[in-house]
């Protein structure tokens, strides 16, 4: 099975500008959870999507944003970027059962600079 | 916030020593699971601990979970220059509308060939 895949790998942008990243999970995984991952505040969850529904919601601005797809392929928005959103966002994804008892597949993340 | 603190921020060993990993969380939760992320990349799952277990091994990893110490430690026997890594627990609790999962600052682990 092809593992989980990131698009763009890297990504530079500038201040203000808006910036979309995509996600495709393992084949047959309904959950995606998007993570934000930087040196000063680690890994920090910014929401899960399953069946085309976010179930969670970390607590970042509205600015960031998501959506699912009935193919379970995900995709993040980031509006208005700020310098503080570099950062390597990480996909992941989970296969079916019991919601919180699974393990994550973790993509290689995308690297996003803002200049 | 986040709820799994790590103890050592970073580990020097030499390979072939054991190297031991520790982390403890604040409020209940169903599971913890241990991660390893290579520089820069994604991370890759290597073990998951019910809150009804106490131990699990998984080759040469050993995870050991106190719930009423809200504490968990991860370790590693023979390491190898290979697991050189940053190494991360995750706590997964109840939340409203299903589970959350929030990750430990980590444990950077350098193992010297």
């Known amino acids: 099975k092809a593992g989980v895949t990131q698009t763009p790998r890297y990504l530079i942008k500038t201040r203000g500008q808006q910036v979309t990243l995509s996600c495709s999970p393992i084949?047959?995984?309904?959950?995606v959870s998007w993570y934000q991952q930087t040196p000063g505040q680690g890994l920090q969850f910014l929401f899960e999507?399953?069946?085309?529904?976010?179930?969670n919601k970390g607590n970042f601005p509205g600015r960031f944003s998501g959506r699912q797809f009935s193919n379970s392929r995900s995709e993040m928005n980031v509006s208005t970027l700020e310098l503080g959103d570099s950062a390597l966002y990480l996909c992941?994804?989970?296969?079916?059962?019991?919601?919180?008892?699974?393990?994550?597949?973790f993509g290689p993340g995308t690297r996003l600079t803002v200049l | 916030s986040q709820q799994g603190e790590e103890d050592p921020q970073a580990l020097s060993i030499q390979e072939g020593e054991n190297a031991t990993m520790n982390c403890s969380y604040k409020?209940?939760?169903?599971?913890l699971q241990w991660y390893r992320q290579n520089s820069g990349r994604g991370l890759v799952h290597l073990i998951l601990?019910?809150?009804?277990?106490r131990e699990k091994h998984s080759g040469r990893l050993r995870v050991t979970l106190d719930t009423s110490k809200k504490s968990s430690s991860l370790l590693i026997t023979a390491s190898r220059a290979a697991d050189t890594a940053s190494y991360f627990c995750?706590?997964?609790?109840?939340?409203?509308?299903?589970?959350?999962?929030?990750f430990g600052a980590g444990t950077r682990l350098f193992v010297k060939a």
């Open positions: 409020t209940s939760i169903n599971n």
């Open positions: 084949s047959g995984h309904r959950s």
């Open positions: 992941a994804s989970s296969p079916p059962g019991l919601a919180g008892s699974s393990e994550q597949f």
């Open positions: 995750a706590t997964v609790s109840p939340n409203t509308g299903g589970f959350k999962t929030i």
């Open positions: 999507y399953f069946s085309e529904t976010q179930r």
């Open positions: 601990i019910r809150s009804n277990e």
